[in-house]
């Protein structure tokens, strides 16, 4: 039944930041899915008998790369193939199952954040046997082996039904599909109070999330609406939709402007929240404050005793790169372990293998913790349900004092999208042959202490991440990240994260972006970003 298929390579399938997205006329080619697919597997060792997840977003694509990828498991002599209802998983869900499961890997499909659709963007990343995304040693390999693969194998069998709950065989293999929701509740319901959320929520609270017609609507449905008993309706675009409804599923303060709006109106809800594609990103609004996800990881880690899944407290917390410090001054205060990381959640996942960190993030709308080996939005939103039902007090309370007591980061991030690639690129080497003679230099009232491209040597395995985002720090905590972004699928992206120190709480209340004016001019002064990408202005500010 196993038809070996003679195979060209395609030289482009370089897994970024998180696998590899491309536009689904790019998946589409012949071939192209599969042979992506068998360089996973060839990759890989020892998986003979064990069991593959295979899930996604439920994006443009998914269904038809999902029934490939049993066929090709069988093929390739997995055991067993745990999929799905719909073909339908949040990347925590699915980092859950392998994890409870002790399955091998899992294979998710999911662009995350890129719009869907027949002419939009699709992914397919591999996550290794702990749940998390597979680390570069394996990512590399996948890619060398892309080019230079000729064939792929793939068992002769009919499309399984992926709508009904049950174990089915394809071609000697079991595959079964199973409740995308239920494990993940379960473990929600494990780690967070329950009860005080839904005393908060039955005494009047208003909570209203959007899933952004992205994959979280069941689960938020099941979790907000049915185990925590907010009214129906309250989870919005709560069907997971192929084109996700026309929306670009990026819980910001551009994508999800209307929940920001409503919440933030006279007579709106209390508390809003948004997930991405995938259900890995979360955005937290309460009345009156929209929480930055810097921040919001260093309130949660502060705050950590409030659910009982964290009741002992937490090891050590770690944050990218281009995330506030914020984090790294409630590390202190707790006398924790604090780590600093490139860009990408794969670069978690050994420090929490090893216990070191307990809690981690990003800035870009990513908080997460060791209960799996993703950042998890809907976890993310539960734990600040937690936090104001154990404080009771509002989302503005819980930051402002948070401010008060440690400082406030004052942060953003300005992209430049759909750059030319020759230009971005061009920008950061011109950006790197200077770094040398910045420290010193004066910018106005900003004097540049020093400058870098990151560089980070894992603390377990030893092995070390290069250029990594170019760094620029000034006198009093202050500093400018460039990088470019490693998830887009067409030109080039240029992110500029801004950060700036205030001690003073009588200077909490300063709109982020003036706060930030003078950096920001400083930031185009030494990167010449209008001049190298021809933008006159970011296309999003987050
Ligand atoms: C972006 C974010 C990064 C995140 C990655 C995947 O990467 O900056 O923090 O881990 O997306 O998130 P980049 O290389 O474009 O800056 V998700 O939710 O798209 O899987
Ligand atoms: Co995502």
């Known amino acids: 039944m196993i038809r070996t298929v003679p195979t060209a390579p395609y030289k482009d399938q370089k897994p970024g930041t998180s696998g590899l997205r491309k536009k689904v006329p790019v998946f589409a080619q012949e071939n192209y899915a599969e042979n992506f697919i068998q360089s996973i597997f060839d990759s890989l060792d020892g998986f003979e008998g064990q069991t593959l997840v295979i899930g996604g977003d439920g994006r443009y694509y998914n269904r038809e790369v999902i029934q490939k990828a049993i066929r090709m498991a069988a093929a390739a002599g997995f055991g067993k193939v745990m999929v799905g209802q719909g073909g339908i998983l949040s990347t925590p869900a699915a980092s859950n199952i392998i994890r409870k499961y002790k399955a091998f890997g899992g294979i998710i499909l999911s662009a995350s954040h890129n719009p869907g659709g027949p002419n939009e963007d699709f992914g397919i990343k591999y996550n290794i046997s702990n749940g998390g995304p597979a680390p570069e040693k394996i990512t590399e390999a996948i890619f060398e082996r892309s080019t230079v693969i000729d064939e792929y194998r793939i068992v002769d069998a009919a499309d399984i039904d992926l709508d009904v709950i049950g174990v089915l065989d394809v071609g000697g293999m079991a595959v079964e599909v199973v409740d995308p929701v239920a494990d993940y509740a379960q473990l929600m319901e494990e780690l967070f109070d329950f009860g005080a959320i839904r005393n908060l929520i039955s005494g009047g609270f208003r909570v209203v999330m959007d899933s952004m017609g992205a994959v979280t609507g069941p689960y938020a449905t099941e979790i907000i609406e049915k185990r925590l008993g907010a009214p129906a309706g309250s989870v919005r675009n709560a ?200 420290p010193g230099q004066s910018f106005g009232n900003l004097t540049v202490t020093a400058s870098d491209d990151f560089a980070y040597t894992d603390p377990i395995d030893g092995s070390v991440s290069t250029r990594q985002g170019v760094r620029v720090l000034f006198e009093g905590g202050s500093r400018v990240v460039f990088r470019l972004s490693g998830t887009g699928t067409s030109g080039a992206t240029l992110r500029v994260y801004v950060e700036r120190y205030e001690p003073d709480a009588s200077r909490h209340d300063i709109e982020t972006q003036a706060a930030l004016a003078d950096l920001l001019t400083v930031a185009d002064e030494i990167a010449e970003i209008k001049t190298h990408t021809g933008h006159d202005a970011p296309t999003v500010i987050t």
Do not use: Q
């Open 239 to 438: 069907t997971p939709l192929p084109d996700f409804g026309g929306h670009h599923p990026d819980p910001n303060l551009v994508h999800a402007k209307e929940l920001y709006d409503d919440v933030m109106s006279a007579g709106g809800p209390d508390f809003g929240a948004a997930s991405d594609g995938d259900g890995d990103r979360n955005m937290v609004v309460g009345k009156g404050m929209f929480v930055t996800p810097s921040d919001s990881l260093a309130i949660i880690a502060a705050n950590a005793k409030c659910a009982p899944g964290y009741g002992k407290g937490i090891a050590g917390i770690a944050r990218s790169m281009p995330t506030s410090a914020a984090a790294d001054r409630v590390a202190e205060k707790l006398g924790i372990g604090m780590y600093e990381t490139p860009t990408g959640w794969k670069f978690f996942g050994n420090l929490m293998d090893a216990g070191k960190v307990t809690v981690c993030g990003e800035e870009s709308f990513g908080t997460g913790s060791d209960h799996v080996r993703e950042k998890d939005g809907l976890w993310a939103i539960l734990f600040w349900l937690n936090i104001v039902a154990a404080r009771k007090e509002s989302v503005a309370d819980i930051v402002r004092k948070h401010w008060a007591e440690y400082g406030r980061n004052y942060y953003s991030r300005h992209d430049y999208e759909d750059v030319d690639t020759d230009a971005a690129t061009g920008l950061m080497e011109a950006l790197r042959a200077k770094l040398s003679v910045l």
